[in-house]
T-cell receptor, first 113, second 113 residues
Framework: DAMVIQNPRYQVTQFGKPVTLSCSQTLNHNVMYWYQQKSSQAPKLLFH???????NEADTPDNFQSRRPNTSFCFLDIRSPGLGDAAMYLC????????????FGPGTRLTVL | GENVEQHPSTLSVQEGDSAVIKCTYS??????FPWYKQELGKRPQLIID?????GEKKDQRIAVTLNKTAKHFSLHITETQPEDSAVYFC????????????FGTGTKLQVIP
């Protein structure tokens, strides 16, 4: 009965080779978030969708893009991964606003060679 | 924007003792304060949250207190057990518009059997 699913769980890519991470949810939540988490650090919000409205964080590099084709799915595209992009990428959802509980997926561990 | 400071960064306690983690926030408009537990290699999971209209909330061995005047909130874990060992993140949000949840830097709690 997984609620927030991320695929793949582990992704290895080469420097500069585009990669797409996916997230799906069965909660029918309006808000979906993408976070980047590096070792021993707090999750860092990259962007989020409130329904179809896309909201980018000011310090999110242009190298990161996102798509939400429908309520259930959200994708994170990294156009040209660098070594510094190696991290855990967490997807989360919440019912409505930021003051609703966020439910995190298991994450995708990205390795850049 | 919001700034959340969290202390201590590491905490070791003997099994059965209590653990306290403290956070301060900067935005007086913040009104939602969740706490997340993240075990090694796993997703963050909400363990308790508090809203600004209450000063304390308890759930079994876990409690959170909020002092709006001083702009700080704390997590209290009593009768600690080895399975409480994890990284704990506090966070704050005012939920207004697209105000995001801002995470603290995390506390690594080790419960020594």
């Amino acid at each position: 009965d997984a609620m927030v699913i991320q695929n793949p769980r582990y992704q290895v890519t080469q420097f500069g080779k585009p990669v797409t991470l996916s997230c799906s949810q069965t909660l029918n939540h309006n808000v979906m978030y993408w976070y980047q988490q590096k070792s021993s650090q707090a999750p860092k919000l990259l962007f989020h969708y409130y329904d179809k409205d896309f909201n980018n964080e000011a310090d999110t590099p242009d190298n990161f893009q996102s798509r939400r084709p429908n309520t259930s799915f959200c994708f994170l595209d990294i156009r040209s991964p660098g070594l510094g992009d190696a991290a855990m990428y967490l997807c989360a959802t919440s019912r409505q606003a930021y003051t609703d509980t966020q439910y995190f997926g298991p994450g995708t561990r990205l390795t850049v060679l | 924007g919001e700034n959340v400071e969290q202390h201590p960064s590491t905490l070791s306690v003997q099994e059965g003792d209590s653990a306290v983690i403290k956070c301060t926030y900067s935005d007086s408009a913040s009104n939602y304060f969740p706490w997340y537990k993240q075990e090694l290699g796993k997703r963050p999971q909400l363990i308790i949250d508090i809203r600004s209209n209450v000063g304390e909330k308890k759930d079994q061995r876990i409690a959170v207190t909020l002092n709006k005047t001083a702009k700080h909130f704390s997590l209290h874990i009593t009768e600690t057990q080895p399975e409480d060992s994890a990284v704990y993140f506090c966070a704050a949000s005012n939920g207004g518009g697209y105000q995001k949840v801002t995470f603290g830097t995390g506390t690594k709690l080790q419960v020594i059997p």
